[in-house]
C-alpha cells in the first residue's frame, strides 16, 4: 500500500483517484462509511481508491497542551484503510502552512493539481481551509467549477447520537470497553516496543511486557482484560494488563503492563498490540506485596472467564 504525502505530486498510477478526505483517526464506524462510499465510488468507475488523514492532529498544531487523545498510530490507521480497500494513505502534514491554505486553494492547487483528485468523499459537518472556512458546499460548488465531484455522507447514528472519536474517547475514559469497542467495530490498541523495567512483576510472579502509552488517549487507569498480539509473529495472546502509574511502587510511572498468561517467551525488543477488551477494577494501593499478589491473582482469573 503506498503512503503519499500531500506535499509531493500523486504518483501518476494513483491520479484521478477518490479520496475519502478527513482525519479518520479511530477509523470507527462513522469514518468507515465514509471510506466505504469513498471506496465504492472508484470500484464503480475503475479508479483508485485513496483514504487521507492528518497528522499531526490539527488539535496538536492549535493546541498543543491538549493531553494526549490519540486512538490510532499513522501505522494502525494504515493497516485499517488497508482491510477496508483502500490503494494509499494520503498524510496531510499538518503545520502552519496548510493551516494558513485557503479552502480554495486547497480545493484547486492541492487536490486537484497536485494530487489529481477525481473525487472527494467527506462526511456531512468536513470543515477545511483557513479559519476552517471550508465546507461540503464549497467542495461541491467550487470543486465542479475546477473539475472535482464531491459527495457527502451523513452521520452513522448509534442509538441517539452520531458515532464519533469524542464518543469512543469519553468511553475510554471511563472504561467502558464495550461502548468503545461496539464504535470502533474492534478493541481499543496501544501498540508498542516491549522495553525493560525494574522487574518488579517478574519478582512477585507476574512477569509483564512494559510499554510507553505515548500519545495515545489514556484509557481510565485500572486492570484490564486483555489480548496481545506479537506483530512479528502475528501470536495472539491473553492476559491481563495494568494501565496506569502503579501506586504500589515508588516513583510513579505512567506504563502499559500487560501480563500473558502461560507465555514464558522473549518480548523485550519486539512490536506488540494490546487490545483492551474489558475493564476490571481501578487502581489502588494494597496494604502488603502479599495483598497485591492475591488480588493479582483474583484480576487474572476473572480475565481467564472472560476471554474464554
Not at 479559519?131 to 457527502?152: E, F, I, P, T
Not at 495472539?236 to 502503579?246: E, F, T
Not at 476473572?302 to 474464554?308: D, F, M, N, S, V
Request: aromatic share 8%; proline share 6%; hydrophobic share 40%.
Amino acid at each position: 500500500m503506498r503512503w503519499l504525502d500531500h506535499r509531493e505530486p500523486a504518483p501518476a498510477p494513483l491520479r484521478g483517484a477518490i479520496i475519502a478526505l478527513g482525519n479518520f483517526d479511530g477509523f470507527h464506524r462513522g469514518h468507515q462509511a465514509v471510506a466505504g462510499e469513498a471506496i465504492r465510488w472508484a470500484r464503480e468507475e475503475g479508479r483508485p481508491a485513496i483514504v487521507a488523514t492528518f497528522d499531526p492532529h490539527p488539535v496538536r498544531h492549535f493546541r498543543p497542551d491538549t493531553p494526549p487523545f490519540r486512538l490510532t498510530t499513522l501505522e494502525q490507521r494504515q493497516e485499517l484503510y488497508i482491510a477496508a480497500g483502500a490503494a494509499a494513505m494520503l498524510v496531510f502534514h499538518f503545520d502552519a502552512d496548510l493551516a494558513g491554505t485557503e479552502a480554495s486553494d486547497f480545493i484547486s492547487d492541492i487536490l486537484v493539481d497536485r494530487l489529481g483528485a477525481h473525487g472527494i468523499v467527506t462526511g456531512e459537518d468536513f470543515t477545511f481551509g483557513k479559519g476552517a472556512k471550508g465546507n461540503v458546499d464549497l467542495l461541491s460548488g467550487y470543486g465542479a467549477m475546477v473539475g472535482l465531484s464531491h459527495r457527502a455522507v451523513a452521520p452513522v447514528a448509534d442509538g441517539d447520537a452520531p458515532v464519533s472519536s469524542s464518543r469512543v474517547r469519553e468511553a475510554l475514559r471511563q472504561g467502558d470497553c464495550a461502548t468503545a469497542t461496539e464504535l470502533l467495530t474492534r478493541p481499543f490498541a496501544i501498540r508498542g516496543i516491549v522495553q525493560h523495567g525494574d522487574k518488579r512483576g517478574r519478582e512477585i510472579g507476574y512477569p509483564t511486557a512494559n510499554l510507553d502509552i505515548e500519545s495515545y488517549l489514556r484509557p481510565r487507569y485500572g486492570i484490564y482484560a486483555v489480548t496481545g498480539k506479537i506483530l512479528s509473529t502475528g501470536e495472539v495472546l491473553k492476559g491481563a494488563a495494568n494501565i496506569g502509574v502503579r501506586p504500589q511502587f515508588e516513583p510513579p510511572k505512567e506504563l502499559l503492563e500487560p501480563h500473558f498468561f502461560d507465555f514464558s517467551g522473549d518480548l523485550y525488543g519486539q512490536e506488540i498490540e494490546v487490545a483492551f477488551h474489558h475493564f476490571l477494577r481501578g487502581e489502588a494501593k494494597f496494604d502488603s506485596l502479599d495483598d497485591l499478589v492475591a488480588q493479582m491473582e483474583r484480576d487474572c482469573e476473572r480475565a481467564r472467564e472472560l476471554l474464554a
